[in-house]
T-cell receptor
Framework: EAGVAQSPRYKIIEKRQSVAFWCNPI?????LYWYQQILGQGPKLLIQ????????DSQLPKDRFSAERLKGVDSTLKIQPAKLEDSAVYLC??????????????FGDGTRLSIL | KQEVTQIPAALSVPEGENLVLNCSFT??????LQWFRQDPGKGLTSLLL???SQREQTSGRLNASLDKSSGRSTLYIAASQPGDSATYLC??????????WGAGTKLIIKP
């Protein structure tokens, strides 16, 4: 079974520039999550999708971050404009469905974003 | 508000020792608690999942316990190996299906 795929692995941009990340979840997984992990901290949920609908985006800085999952499969996360504090690893995860509480989340290797 | 704390932040032990990692949480209303492993530059790998009705789970040399009443979980690693070196994170699943994470314990096993 193929895992969660993310690209790019690394991205370096200057502040105020834009950046986009891509995630392809495990086939058949209805739920997709985007997390931000700052060095030395645990992941923070940015947004959770159930198929192509948003379940939770309460911690997404909506003035600069946006995410979509138009066809209920792949997802993109965008930051525009980037700030220095956005430097972090952005992790994508997927699971079979949020209604199944004991289904584990499977994580991609993440995109490491550095803002200069 | 649910908070998850992991102490210590870092731990270094000689190879072959048994060790315990600690996780505490403030709200006992959880669906489950999970332990994850994170290698440098990698995502997270789920190690053990303990349902709220369970007391412990075992997988190989790993044993995780859960005491909801005291808001504590431990991850026991037997006969540690250099390959166990990684950051270990615990996370609790809230009623809204959101995972709340600890900051992790960085474990170094010295050969």
């Amino acid at each position: 079974e193929a895992g969660v795929a993310q690209s790019p692995r690394y991205k370096i941009i200057e502040k105020r520039q834009s950046v986009a990340f891509w995630c392809n979840p495990i086939s058949g997984h209805a739920t997709l999550y985007w997390y931000q992990q700052i060095l030395g901290q645990g992941p923070k949920l940015l947004i959770q999708f159930q198929n192509n609908g948003v379940v939770d985006d309460s911690q997404l800085p909506k003035d600069r971050f946006s995410a979509e999952r138009l066809k209920g499969v792949d997802s993109t996360l965008k930051i525009q404009p980037a700030k220095l504090e956005d430097s972090a690893v952005y992790l994508c995860a997927s699971s079979l469905g949020s209604g199944r509480v004991n289904q584990p989340q499977h994580f991609g290797d993440g995109t490491r974003l550095s803002i200069l | 508000k649910q908070e998850v704390t992991q102490i210590p932040a870092a731990l270094s032990v000689p190879e072959g020792e048994n060790l315990v990692l600690n996780c505490s949480f403030t709200d006992s209303a959880i669906y489950n608690l999970q332990w994850f492993r994170q290698d440098p530059g990698k995502g997270l790998t789920s190690l053990l999942l303990i349902q709220s009705s369970q007391r412990e789970q075992t997988s190989g040399r790993l044993n995780a316990s859960l005491d909801k009443s005291s808001g504590r979980s431990t991850l026991y690693i037997a006969a540690s190996q250099p390959g166990d070196s990684a950051t270990y994170l615990c996370a609790v699943l809230r009623s809204n299906y959101q995972l709340i994470w600890g900051a992790g314990t960085k474990l170094i096993i010295k050969p």
